[in-house]
């Protein structure tokens, strides 16, 4: 199984990014999908589930700002970012969800990350 993620870069304030996320050797259209920030202070951060059948969750710190979305025809799954800020400063993790609560999911399979940097 593979995950790879793209589309981080540097951004202002205020800015807008979607990074992609794109899977392989997955039954896709059966798995829940998150993204996760981590970042020196916080550690891992989940940040948006998707389920398989389309429903969302977000963390307080980014809802509204942030849209989890994707294309099971593709294998991919998205995370379209709105008014970044200085600390959505991070690498951007797409991963498999294994189980867990719906705020505070588990785990399995993770991509690399992408480097989303926020700065003036």
């Known amino acids: 199984v593979r995950l790879l993620e793209a589309g981080g870069g540097f951004v202002h304030p205020g800015g807008s990014l979607t990074l992609s996320c794109s899977a392989s050797?997955?039954?896709?259209?059966?798995?829940?999908w998150a993204w996760a920030r981590q970042t020196p202070g916080k550690g891992l951060e989940w940040l948006s589930t998707i389920w398989s059948i389309g429903n969302t969750f977000y963390a307080d710190s980014v809802d509204g700002r942030f849209f989890i979305s994707k294309d099971d025809a593709k294998n991919m799954v998205y995370l379209e970012m709105n008014s970044l800020r200085v600390e959505d400063t991070g690498v951007y993790v797409c991963a498999a969800v294994t189980g867990g609560e719906i705020y505070n999911p588990t785990f399995g399979a993770r991509g690399p990350g992408t480097q989303v940097t926020v700065s003036s």
């Open positions: 050797g997955f039954i896709f259209a059966g798995q829940h």
